[in-house]
Every structure is written in C-alpha cells, then in structure tokens.
C-alpha cells in the first residue's frame, strides 16, 4: 500500500496530504482500512492517533492529527476558537469577481438550527477564451477560499449560492455536468477542492506553525502554470 504523504511531524502533532476518496475516520458504512486515513497512518507510524479535524471525502490537501490525547484537545479548542487559519483553492465554472465574502448561514440538515457561517473568496487566475477545444465557451476561475467558520459543506454551498458551484462537485454541481467536465478537462470524477495550507500556534511550542500541501496535481490540468 502506498504511504501517506507526510506534511508535518513532530512528538505531538503530524499532518497528511489526504487523498481524493479518503474517509477521515471510520463512518457509517463499512470501509476498508486503505480508505480511512486514521487507520491508515496509524498503520503507517505504528503508534496511535488521535482525530482533531475533517475533511470532506472528495477533498484533498492538509489533515492534521494528534499524537496524545492532550495535543488533539489542545489542538480542537484552537479550531473550536477559530485561531487556527485554513486556505482552500477550488476551482469553478466561471469568471467570478475578484474578491468578496460570503456570509449566507447554513444548516447542517433539514430541521437543524441554522447557525452563521462566513468565506472569503479571492480569484487568483481565470482561463483564457477558448482554453478548452472540447468547450470553447468554457472559462474556469481558480479560488482561494478562506472560511471563518467551520459548518457543513461551508465552501461547497457558499460556492454554490454564489452561482459557482466546485467543478466535480456531484452533489452539488450536478452528476451528468461533473461527468461532462471531468472528460473535457481530463479529471475524471475528481471534485477540484484542496485544503491548502493550515496556519497555527504550536499546541505546546506556542511557536507559529504553517503547513502547506503541494498543488493538487488535477489543478495543473486546468491551470497549467500554478506552481507546485
């Protein structure tokens, strides 16, 4: 089995590229141990690990774990406080503004309590006219999104109320529309969402801790000259 890639690590914390289809931790459904990333590392470190955050199952880029069970709390109350900082980039159907800020509140289901949820978005590069021969009217626009708060799917229904929905994002862009792109755009059934960089205080140092996953290599398909 191919190794997790490690971003970080040290005696309390350790943070992994996730990969596209991955599970944080064990759900619902019965998965294999391959596709549940707790299980996964700890099989790879051989030690034991503790969950601090999610990432949804589609998406990639920076997960972080504890290595004990004081570093995980420590850790989760900075997210809980909203002092830890997290940079997403997605890519969408689209020229979008420049920049703007979204703060519509979601609910997590149907009937649950609908609580404040606030994105900022900043375009940083947008495809030329006629970029893709198989859709010459096709434009896509590659985003930084950077949440405030931590709801369900935040980036994902932001995006969407704005009109930009994720390309590849079935559940909401659409089944047959994410089909059609993933094979203009050679991405298959991937949904171009990646968490792209964590920044935070060491949970015992204090000291600023910034990790950063390299570009997502489906982003490059679209957008050729990001850097890696």
């Known amino acids: 089995m191919t190794p997790l890639n490690i ?8 943070a992994i590229d996730k990969p596209a289809g991955m599970l944080v931790h064990p759900g619902r459904d019965v998965e294999g141990p391959e596709w549940i990333a707790m ?14 955050h999610r990432l949804d199952r589609p998406t990639t880029g920076v997960l972080l774990f504890a290595l004990d069970k004081k570093s995980s709390g420590l850790t989760q109350q900075a997210f ?28 997590a289901d149907s009937g649950d309590k609908t609580l404040s949820a606030q994105t900022s978005f900043q375009r940083l590069a947008v495809t030329p006219e006629a970029a893709f021969p198989a859709d010459p009217a096709l434009v896509l ?22 009109g930009y929905p994720i390309v590849g994002d079935f559940r909401y862009a659409g089944i047959e ?15 171009l969402l990646q968490a792209k960089k964590l920044e935070l ?28």
């Open 201 to 228: 205080l060491h949970p015992h140092t204090g000291e600023p801790l910034k990790i950063e996953a390299p570009t997502d290599p489906e982003f490059t398909k679209c957008f050729p000259g990001i850097s890696p």
């Open 7 to 14: 971003l970080y690590q040290d005696e309390y914390l350790v």
């Open 141 to 162: 626009s590659l985003l930084r999104a950077a949440p405030t708060t931590g709801r369900f799917h935040q980036i994902r229904r932001h995006l969407l109320e704005a």
């Open 177 to 191: 529309r994410s089909l059609e792109l993933g094979k203009i755009l050679g991405t298959d059934t991937r949904m």
């Open 39 to 52: 299980k996964r590392l700890r099989d790879q470190l051989e030690m034991h690990i503790f969950t601090i």
């Open 80 to 107: 809980e406080q909203r002092k830890v900082t997290k940079t997403y980039h997605a890519i969408v159907c689209g020229k979008t503004p420049e920049q703007w800020e979204c703060e519509i509140p979601l609910q």
